[in-house]
């Protein structure tokens, strides 16, 4: 009787296995194909004012957003690339929060596609301590600009020398180089596509902006980076009573990032006048979210 017992309780819990693993199945959460982070320009006046200081973004924007990854821009922690003490406190806050570090904008550091030889290189070399810092935060990229002066075809050759040789040096710690389309000529999406094409390395790519194209259609220029995207810059500017981009179509747009097969992080990057950086921050994320 007791082994008879024992095989029906048995049988009943392999029963109730049965019958519950498929709505376990039917119930999971649906798996988001894209990640929302936060570009710190977003808070570019409240951290030029005083009222919000680097190290703090990675808890500000945890606690007043619920997003749980950050882009970093260089200069507003200039001094600090090369600090381990600063950096190692910085990587333990985003980690103290769930914040995931993403990335680092590098601005200010030099032309990439200058035709000074000697001024090249050295801007190359100015990169190389945020790489290094990167790493360190746990990134997976530093943001580049290709700017440089003369025809289109002497800064392509001189950016895609600069951007190979970055490439090759972040290689080793798996740090990507992308670049984003920010103005002059890296804002026609055929010229950056085809510079990034002309590298030919793994771990260099672009940044698509939605919002940094101005002599150029923004939806062919973003379509035409995509297939090198290692990150996707959602730029907002004003909100009509829907919560829509006055500028952009972020359902094209959207559309657009996720036909290329692109799954990874869309960063928040509010640069309206309007309503308050908050405000904005919190209005692109809901619509973002429209589209997960």
């Known amino acids: 009787m007791s082994s008879r017992r024992e095989f029906l309780r048995n049988l009943g819990l392999v029963t109730a296995g049965v019958t519950l693993a498929p709505s376990l199945d039917v119930f999971a959460a649906k798996k988001d194909w894209f990640q929302i982070s936060l570009a710190e320009w977003s808070l570019h006046k409240k951290l030029f004012k005083g009222d919000l200081k680097n190290i703090d973004f990675p808890e500000y924007t945890a606690k007043n957003f619920g997003i749980y990854g950050v882009e970093y821009v260089n200069q507003f922690f200039k001094d600090k690339a090369k600090d381990m003490t600063y950096l190692k406190d910085l990587n333990n806050r985003a980690k103290d929060n769930g914040?995931?570090?993403?990335?680092?904008?590098?601005?200010?550091?030099?032309?990439?596609?200058?035709?000074?030889?000697?001024?090249?290189?050295?801007?190359?070399?100015?990169h190389y301590k945020w790489i290094d810092a990167a790493n360190f935060l746990g990134c997976?990229?530093?943001?580049?600009?290709?700017?440089?002066?003369?025809?289109?075809?002497?800064?392509?050759?001189?950016?895609?020398k600069s951007l190979a040789t970055l490439a090759d040096y972040g290689k080793k710690?798996?740090?990507?180089?992308?670049?984003?389309?920010?103005?002059?000529?890296?804002?026609?999406?055929?010229?950056?596509?085809?510079?990034?094409?002309?590298v030919g390395k793994k771990n260099c790519g672009s940044l698509p902006d939605f919002g940094n194209f101005y002599e150029y259609d923004r939806y062919k220029g973003v379509a035409?980076?995509?297939p090198y995207a290692k990150g996707v810059s959602a730029k907002s500017h004003d909100f009509d009573a829907n919560g829509n981009d006055t500028k952009v179509d972020f359902g094209k747009m959207m559309e657009i990032v996720k036909n290329a097969g692109y799954k990874g992080?869309?960063?928040i990057e509010y640069e309206g006048s309007n309503i308050?950086?908050?405000?904005?921050?919190?209005?692109?994320?809901?619509?973002?979210?429209r589209f997960k």
């Open 99 to 126: 914040v995931k570090n993403v990335l680092i904008m590098v601005d200010g550091e030099g032309s990439l596609g200058d035709r000074d030889e000697a001024k090249r290189k050295q801007a190359v070399e100015n």
């Open 140 to 160: 997976h990229a530093i943001r580049v600009n290709a700017a440089g002066e003369g025809t289109k075809e002497e800064v392509k050759d001189q950016v895609v």
């Open 224 to 226: 035409e980076l995509m």
């Open 265 to 267: 992080y869309v960063g």
């Open 173 to 198: 710690g798996k740090i990507s180089v992308v670049v984003e389309n920010h103005g002059g000529i890296s804002s026609h999406g055929d010229w950056l596509s085809d510079v990034l094409k002309t």
């Open 276 to 289: 308050s950086e908050d405000e904005g921050i919190k209005l692109t994320k809901t619509l973002l979210e």
